[in-house]
């Protein structure tokens, strides 16, 4: 089992930075993936980034790439989101998820089998 506590969440204001964190633990061994998604109100879950956590290789959804940036501490094993530039469109409850087999799905909410609780960011124009 996988537990997954994100954190940062908060009110920022368009052009801001916020940086989301999502502390992993149990068998975070068995992690190939992490990920977070998101779901704005009245909208599906969308994927916005992901990151191998043994290669370090990252994947972002076209909306956010260029100005967010996914990275993972092993060692403490954390995930981060860092977003920079951020937009009304960015609100949402982001959430991190965990895979614990190889996929090469990355974007789809099936390839992970944990998740967090998720954490609301709230952008103001």
């Known amino acids: 089992q996988v537990q997954l506590v994100e954190s940062g969440g908060g009110l920022v204001q368009a052009g801001d930075s916020l940086r989301l964190s999502c502390a992993a633990s149990g068998r975070t061994f068995s992690i190939y993936h992490m990920a977070w998604f998101r779901q704005a109100p009245g909208k599906e879950r969308e994927f916005v980034a992901a990151?191998?956590?043994?290669?370090?290789?990252?994947y972002y959804a076209d909306s956010v790439k260029s100005r967010f940036t996914i990275s993972r501490d092993n060692a403490k094993n954390t995930v981060y989101l860092q977003m920079n530039s951020m937009k009304s469109e960015d609100t949402a409850v982001y959430y991190c998820?965990?895979?614990?087999?190889?996929?090469?799905?990355?974007?789809?909410?099936?390839?992970?089998?944990?998740w967090g609780q998720g954490t609301q960011v709230t952008v103001s124009s």
């Open positions: 998820a965990a895979g614990t087999w190889s996929s090469t799905a990355v974007q789809a909410m099936g390839s992970y089998d944990y």
């Open positions: 990151i191998s956590w043994r290669s370090s290789i990252t």
